[in-house]
């Protein structure tokens, strides 16, 4: 994404001058699991996410003005790989994580 | 604006989905949360039901596509702790459900801890102090007799077949005489309905004298006490009248060994800006004071700890910084053969390396506060916990769940714990629900409410969030590193001996 392209698709621009954006292709990187790795790392960093083309546009500007920004991407781009491979233990297991807890409880209410 | 990164790295699927391997697998998953440790190669993955294990990331990823064949070193260690199954699904989840139950069992029974604050009354001068404590002279802040007997029935309305009766202040024992009335009243009908009681008073040691003395013995109390480390920081940060706040202390704590025992009375640290800079002196502080344990634990953002703020507040990281200095130094002197351990990695490490809960129920999901956990205040409210009885003395009612005339079962249906219940299930909290650490910790509904005023909050500014992080982090790194000797002293910390309810207040 270059320099002058931090506007959404409706052409409002986004509220702060960021340090990087990176484009991410929607079919691989779904919507939820880019907000749960934004979310991860708000500590850190401010994001905007916005939609071009099919793509999802992730802003990052670092609340530390010193910060690294090499370390903020490498950073993100682990944040997003770890939270895909959640969502492929997720898809595999959550049917069992659910009989489980159900299990679990309804046995809690025996004696 | 600087450039941007491009395209992500790789058009391919990163992971193949599920179906692809349908019928092709040679084992099926079962539910785990995994993390990266700060500084290690491998990934640390944590069941569902809290078994753990080390995994460097290239098993990581053949494991989840998969692809982890039975020869691989690893395979029969996930197989054992059940992060994988080659067998029916059905056997599989009945294990797992049971050891889920183990630990989850806190739940059985409703609130197990009720902590009486017989008295408002203290006459020190803490800075940090949480509560809203007030003049030693004024008797209008001492529970009266009526709301001691409401509150003894409501505990006695509560199911939970092994009680904890705390009794805190203010200095509760400038208020002794409730005390012993509502032991009185506890003691025989918890016989007579063969419930098991346990009693402990928070207190300076100050105002202890024979009558207290032979009365706790006769209760078998446990007693708690603080103190801060060396004498010059002790009495810098609890100033009381006439001085020696330290001296005055520990010799309460001579008295009471000499009397009840050695092991029946325990101390907790206040970390203060002032003490940061020093956690081998406060930990030596409590080894020459014949300590075995010591609870290091940070300033709470509640009461006169607010006022003073600008002046004693700090950066958790900067806790979590002193903390791992302090118990370096632990494991040092244990190395040594001084038997000293830290009261709170004690908990942690439980519930790491044990299927049990602890009896601690700040940190549990569903939230302890309430569910495990009942405050009866000295004018006869009742709150979830030590901190939601804080925000009302600060005034803010939020989780007061009642008055003590008030059937358990009203207050237990209160607004205050739908509140808790909504915001107390770490499974269903925005970071908490994808965390590794999370079946050793919890959500704390009020302590988030009372820093970022919403008890559901943003774990980017949670303290809670960061120092359980900082602290679990630092004990896997630990039991990461597999050093033998360390590894036998972490693991001889990690008993059941906590069980029975407490606040570590």
Redesign the interface.
């Known amino acids: 994404?270059?320099?002058d392209e931090?506007c959404s698709e409706s052409g409002q621009s986004t509220p702060l001058?960021?340090?990087?954006?990176?484009?991410?292709?929607a079919e691989?990187?779904p919507h939820d699991r880019v907000l749960?790795a934004c979310?991860?790392m708000?500590?850190r960093a401010s994001f905007w996410l916005d939609k071009q083309e099919g793509n999802i546009v992730v802003h990052c500007r670092a609340k530390d003005r010193g910060a690294s920004?090499s370390a903020l991407?490498n950073e993100l781009?682990?944040a997003?790989?770890?939270?895909?491979?959640?969502?492929?233990?997720e898809?595999?297991?959550?049917g069992?994580?659910e009989?489980?807890?159900r299990?679990?409880?309804a046995?809690?209410r025996s004696p | 604006?600087?450039?941007?990164?491009?395209?992500?790295?790789?058009?391919r699927?990163?992971?193949e989905?599920?179906s692809k391997f349908e019928g092709a697998r040679p084992y099926?998953?079962?539910?785990?949360?995994?993390t990266?440790l700060p500084g290690s190669e491998r990934l640390l993955l944590v069941s569902?039901v809290g078994e753990h294990i080390f995994l460097p990331r290239p098993e990581?990823?053949a494991l989840?596509?998969g692809r982890l064949g039975p020869e691989h070193p690893a395979f029969l260690d996930l197989e054992a702790k059940q992060f994988l199954t080659k067998t029916d699904?059905s056997a599989?989840?009945?294990l797992?459900?049971?050891k889920?139950?183990t630990r989850?069992?806190f739940?059985?029974g409703g609130p197990s801890l009720h902590i009486f604050v017989v008295t408002l009354r203290c006459d020190h001068s803490c800075a940090y102090c949480q509560v809203s404590r007030q003049i030693s002279t004024k008797h209008e802040f001492d529970m009266s007799d009526a709301v001691a007997r409401a509150a003894v029935d409501r505990l006695f309305e509560a199911p939970a077949p092994v009680l904890t009766v705390e009794f805190q202040g203010g200095e509760p024992l400038l208020n002794f005489e409730r005390i012993k009335s509502i032991t009185d009243d506890v003691s025989e009908p918890a016989a007579a309905t063969r419930r098991s009681v346990r009693f402990t008073i928070v207190s300076t040691l100050h105002h202890l004298d024979e009558e207290m003395l032979r009365f706790f013995k006769h209760h078998n109390f446990h007693i708690s006490t603080s103190l801060d480390g060396p004498a010059w920081l002790h009495d810098r940060n609890r100033p009381a009248p006439g001085g020696a706040a330290a001296a005055r202390t520990l010799e309460g704590v001579r008295r009471v060994r000499d009397a009840l025992g050695h092991e029946a009375v325990a101390a907790l640290t206040t970390i203060t800006r002032e003490s940061l800079a020093h956690p081998e002196a406060i930990v030596d502080a409590y080894v020459e004071s014949g300590f075995s344990s010591i609870f290091l634990r940070p300033m709470s953002p509640y009461g006169f700890a607010v006022r003073s703020a600008r002046r004693t507040a700090y950066r958790m990281n900067d806790f979590v910084e002193f903390y791992r200095r302090a118990l370096d130094h632990i494991l040092r002197l244990a190395r040594t053969g001084v038997a000293i351990q830290e009261a709170y990695a004690s908990i942690l490490l439980t519930h790491i390396l044990t299927p049990f809960p602890t009896g601690y129920v700040d940190l549990r999901s569903p939230a302890g506060a309430g569910l495990g956990a009942l405050v009866y205040n000295y004018e006869g409210g009742v709150y979830a916990s030590d901190e939601a009885r804080m925000l009302a003395e600060m005034g803010d009612d939020t989780f007061r769940l009642g008055d003590v005339r008030q059937r358990y079962a009203e207050l237990m249906s209160s607004p205050a714990m739908a509140v808790l219940m909504n915001a107390g299930v770490a499974e269903s909290l925005?970071?908490c629900a994808?965390c590794a650490f999370l079946p050793f910790c919890g959500g704390d509904p009020i302590h988030t409410y009372g820093q970022q005023g919403d008890p559901v909050g943003?774990?980017?500014?949670s303290d809670h969030c960061r120092r359980h992080t900082g602290l679990f982090q630092l004990l896997f790194d630990y039991l990461a590193d597999g050093d033998p000797e360390t590894l036998r002293i972490l693991t001889s910390w990690a008993t059941p001996w906590s069980q029975a309810p407490m606040s570590l207040q």
């Open positions: 994404v270059g320099e931090h001058d960021w340090d990087f954006s990176i484009r991410l292709s691989l990187y749960r979310y991860s708000a500590e920004r991407q781009l682990d997003l790989i770890d939270h895909s491979l959640r969502q492929a233990i898809a595999q297991t959550t069992i994580r009989v489980l807890v299990t679990a409880l046995e809690a | 604006m600087q450039l941007a990164d491009t395209q992500a790295p790789e058009r699927p990163i992971f989905e599920a099926r998953l079962l539910p785990f949360r995994f990266r569902e990581l990823e989840v596509a699904d599989a989840v009945r797992l459900a049971a889920y139950r989850k069992s739940l059985r925005p970071g994808d943003h774990r980017a500014k």
